[in-house]
T-cell receptor, first 113, second 110 residues
Framework: NAGVTQTPKFRILKIGQSMTLQCTQD?????MYWYRQDPGMGLKLIYY???????DKGEVPNGYNVSRSTTEDFPLRLELAAPSQTSVYFC????????????FGDGTRLSIL | GQNIDQPTEMTATEGAIVQINCTYQ??????LFWYQQHAGEAPTFLSY????GLEEKGRFSSFLSRSKGYSYLLLKELQMKDSASYLC???????????FGKGTTLSVSS
């Protein structure tokens, strides 16, 4: 049982490059989330989705975009990478509401130089 | 708006008991979560309280007082492996996502 899978695990980008962080889950969960975590800080919500075709902004959406074309996949796109986006990114999911334990992926460690 | 506060760091010794506090301000209340996060790893679920009182789960217990906007995580018989960050979180007003506190880093020494 894979759960939530994130790829890549590590990536170094140059300023201005773009990339997509992949997230897929095999638990048929409707709710999916993207967080970023800076050193010594908690998790900040970037975007979330309550089902295929539905996405909404979290606390820190600027510089990111998401899509949710299927229940399984919730990719996060950085269009013009900036040093401020250096962080660890976590994807998570819950079955059908937020007040359920979240299942997290292992994270993507992204450095922008 | 929502605000979740918890201490930044705590230290304790093996075998001791430690209490990690969390205060929250939310527009509407829909439960409170505690997660554990070891360095370099993803958070893992510890507990969820929606009613007032203490819920015990092995060495870990979690308490909630809705009237005071207050929760704590109690860790007993501390072990070295309990050294981690402990995150307090609550659902947003719409009930569609979690808002996390900054986390409390607990260091357990021998």
């Amino acid at each position: 049982n894979a759960g939530v899978t994130q790829t890549p695990k590590f990536r170094i980008l140059k300023i201005g490059q773009s990339m997509t962080l992949q997230c897929t889950q095999d638990m048929n969960h409707n709710y999916m989330y993207w967080y970023r975590q800076d050193p010594g800080m908690g998790l900040k919500l970037i975007y979330y989705s309550v089902g295929a075709g539905i996405t909404d902004k979290g606390e820190v959406p600027n510089g990111y975009n998401v899509s949710r074309s299927t229940t399984e996949d919730f990719p996060l796109r950085l269009e013009l990478a900036a040093p401020s986006q250096t962080s660890v990114y976590f994807c998570a999911s819950t079955p059908d509401r937020a007040n359920q334990p979240q299942h997290f992926g292992d994270g993507t460690r992204l450095s922008i130089l | 708006g929502q605000n979740i506060d918890q201490p930044t760091e705590m230290t304790a010794t093996e075998g001791a008991i430690v209490q990690i506090n969390c205060t929250y301000q939310t527009s509407g209340f829909n439960g409170l979560f505690w997660y554990q996060q070891h360095a370099g790893e993803a958070p893992t679920f510890l507990s969820y309280n929606v009613l007032d009182g203490l819920e015990e789960k092995g060495r870990f217990s979690s308490f909630l007082s809705r009237s005071k906007g207050y929760s704590y995580l109690l860790l007993k018989e501390l072990q070295m492996k309990d050294s981690a960050s402990y995150l307090c979180a609550a659902p947003n007003q719409a009930g569609t996502a979690l808002i996390f506190g900054k986390g409390t880093t607990l260091s357990v020494s021998s």
